[in-house]
């Protein structure tokens, strides 16, 4: 029901549009920003655009995979965009939303594996069994947990965000495990409810950047 395929706007207003949007963001960012910045922002487009959406999301189950690095450019751009320089602690953070994605994704594509389906993009819940996509989600899952506590050390937080780390990590898990165990036995959507587990992640990724914003205002 989204505007573009009901043809309520056209393929070329809507690459108007779009295309006006980049200019202007790119602009104001080097006037107003730094250069840096303007250059991330403007490569995460591009990357979106003609990695993900043209290249990937119609070829393979690993679209949001690495498509999804477009996703995580705005931790790098935050960071520059208050620094001009770059740093590991953005990389952390940047990686933190890479693994983030999958499980994030691919619940969501899980609830709506059909209509992925009746337009032919081949998302992993489209392709792979319902146990599989929760094999995979717990996978990338372990790994996100575990690259948010790699922050504590690189950025030299204090006590309150690996204590969130830890707490919201665990909830996470737990619900990935849960659907996981669900989708074992059966492939009907109302039974693996993988809605659970997309609005936690949702939840999950809000309030791990909170303990991030909070830990140096607490703690030091």
């Known amino acids: ?74 931790a790098l751009i935050g960071w520059t965009a208050v620094t001009n320089e770059l740093a590991w602690t953005p990389v952390v953070l940047f990686m933190v939303v890479f693994f983030w994605t999958p499980p994030h994704t691919w619940a969501l594509a899980l609830r709506y594996r059909e209509d992925y389906a009746n337009v032919d993009v081949p998302m992993l819940p489209v392709v792979k069994p319902a146990s599989e996509v929760g094999r995979q989600i717990v996978l990338y899952s372990w790994v996100m947990v575990a690259t948010t506590l790699l922050l504590w050390p690189v950025a030299d937080t204090g006590w309150f965000y690996p204590l969130c780390a830890v707490v919201l990590g665990g909830v996470f898990l737990v619900e990935a495990h849960k659907m996981w165990g669900r989708a ?11 809605m659970r587990l997309f609005h936690t992640s949702n939840l999950y990724l809000s309030l791990l950047f909170v303990a991030v914003a909070l830990d140096p205002l607490l703690t030091r």
């Open 184 to 194: 074992k036995n059966t492939e009907t959507l109302s039974l693996i409810k993988p």
């Open 1 to 74: 029901r989204r505007a573009l395929p009901r043809h309520i706007v056209s393929a070329g207003s809507a690459l108007v549009f779009a295309t006006t949007l980049a200019v202007i963001s790119t602009v104001v960012l080097v006037l107003w920003v730094n250069w840096l910045s303007a250059a991330l922002s403007l490569g995460a487009n591009a990357f979106y655009v003609l990695v993900y959406t043209i290249i990937l999301k119609r070829r393979t189950t690993q679209n949001i995979v690495w498509g999804g690095l477009a996703g995580c450019f705005p």
